[in-house]
């Protein structure tokens, strides 16, 4: 895999480079946290001419921070410099949304960089690039970067649900009372909006499956009014709390997620370990095909793979069919843009 010693390095891409989620972001992955303690780095930061000094001073620090993985850094405001050779490419950079939006309004300010940037990945990319979107609305800004980069396969194209993940493991450990690293499987189904679905039908708490056992911490999460007013309501909302607590959207808690999304991708998942990536739908589940979608996938090889045969709740299966349909019409939405 891409974490043994002495390879050579790779080119990571980050987008948005000057921005708030790359202020974490970066400095992570300088550290070896999203590709292994043994892989070196040479990282292209892109953002636009405004932030050319800012860029700057972001490189400036990761030089100072003496970093031993990382071996150069290209700071540019030119995605042709900035795309060319890259293995893998977080496209951060996008307008965030402020109190009282949802995000699918930033699709008429935000579609037209991941045109752009999908070309850019056709052309000038590695052809393996690994793709991660999570400049919102992230689902259908990968879709349309994918749609503009036919060169490549589909499967190196997602897009982050992984904090959503993040937000719904941490609010079950909380309610049962354990500590996070015992929960897993909680499942984001659909769109990184209000409309996405949490479900933890098929979590694991210290492993064992929370469906139909009885001990009193399990049976704290099959609890469905819990689940139907507190923790899917929390979960679907909890960006727009971050906004209006920090008049800022969340970014160090969004790094971390790109880091666990990307290692997971790259490096695989545990043993019984399900994560939820938006991803190309192969059909899978009844999901149309042609959208990204979150779905539970496991990752082996650098490839992921839908989880399949998940029996669904009839009350899941109806919010399924609601963030699909949301997802068509964000899709319509953005092709007419282009
Ligand atoms: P930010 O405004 O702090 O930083 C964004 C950076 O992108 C800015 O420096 C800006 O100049 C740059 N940028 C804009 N257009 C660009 C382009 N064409 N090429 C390169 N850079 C460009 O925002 P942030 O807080 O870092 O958030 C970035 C995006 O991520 C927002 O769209 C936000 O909504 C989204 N987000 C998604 C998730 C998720 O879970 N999917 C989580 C948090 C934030
Ligand atoms: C989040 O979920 O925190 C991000 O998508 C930012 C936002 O707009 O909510």
Redesign the pocket.
């Known amino acids: 895999g891409p974490c043994v010693g002495r390879a050579s390095p790779i080119k990571v891409l980050v987008?948005?480079a000057?921005?708030?989620?790359?202020y974490s972001l970066i400095f992570m992955i300088a550290s070896g946290q999203m590709f292994g303690p043994y892989q070196p780095i040479q990282l292209h930061l892109?953002?636009?001419p405004k932030?050319a000094d800012?860029l700057k001073g972001v490189s400036m620090e990761i030089q100072d921070g003496a970093y031993p993985l990382v071996h150069s850094v290209l700071c540019s405001t030119d995605v042709q410099s900035a795309f060319t050779g890259v293995h893998v490419a977080l496209l951060?950079?996008?307008?965030?949304?402020g109190p009282g939006m949802q995000?699918k309004d930033?699709l008429k300010v935000?579609v037209s960089?991941f045109k752009?940037q999908g070309e850019a990945l056709g052309k000038y990319a590695s052809r393996d690039v690994k793709v991660l979107v999570?400049?919102?609305p992230?689902n259908t800004n990968a879709l349309v970067a994918l749609t503009k980069a036919s060169e490549l396969p589909p499967q190196n194209f997602s897009?982050?649900?992984r904090?959503?993940q993040n937000r719904a493991a941490s609010m079950v450990s909380d309610k049962v009372g354990v500590n996070v690293d015992n929960v897993s499987n909680v499942i984001i189904w659909g769109n990184?909006s209000l409309t996405q679905v949490p479900d933890v039908t098929h979590a694991i708490i210290n492993n064992y499956p929370a469906a139909g056992l009885t001990s009193p911490a399990l049976s704290t999460i099959n609890d469905d009014k819990w689940v139907s007013e507190s923790f899917m309501p929390l979960v679907q909302n909890r960006?727009a709390a971050v906004i209006a607590a920090r008049k800022?959207?969340?970014?160090a808690s969004?790094a971390n997620?790109i880091v666990g999304h990307m290692r997971d991708w790259l490096m695989g998942t545990k043993q019984g370990e399900i994560v939820s990536m938006a991803v190309i739908s192969d059909g899978s589940y009844n999901v149309p095909k042609g959208l990204i979608f979150s779905f539970p996938v496991t990752c082996r090889n650098g490839e992921w793979s839908i989880v399949q045969g998940l029996k669904i709740s009839q009350s899941i299966q109806q919010k399924i069919d609601i963030t699909t349909k949301e997802l068509q019409e964000e899709k319509e939405t953005a092709f007419s843009f282009l």
């Not at 000057?18 to 790359?22: S, V």
């Not at 951060?92 to 949304?97: L, M, N, S």
């Not at 800022?248 to 970014?251: F, G, K, T």
């Open positions: 987008t948005g000057a921005g708030q989620i790359a892109l953002d636009i932030m800012a951060v950079g996008a307008f965030p949304r995000r930033l935000n960089i752009e999570v400049g919102n992230a897009a982050l649900t904090l959503d990184h960006g800022l959207s969340s970014a969004a997620a």
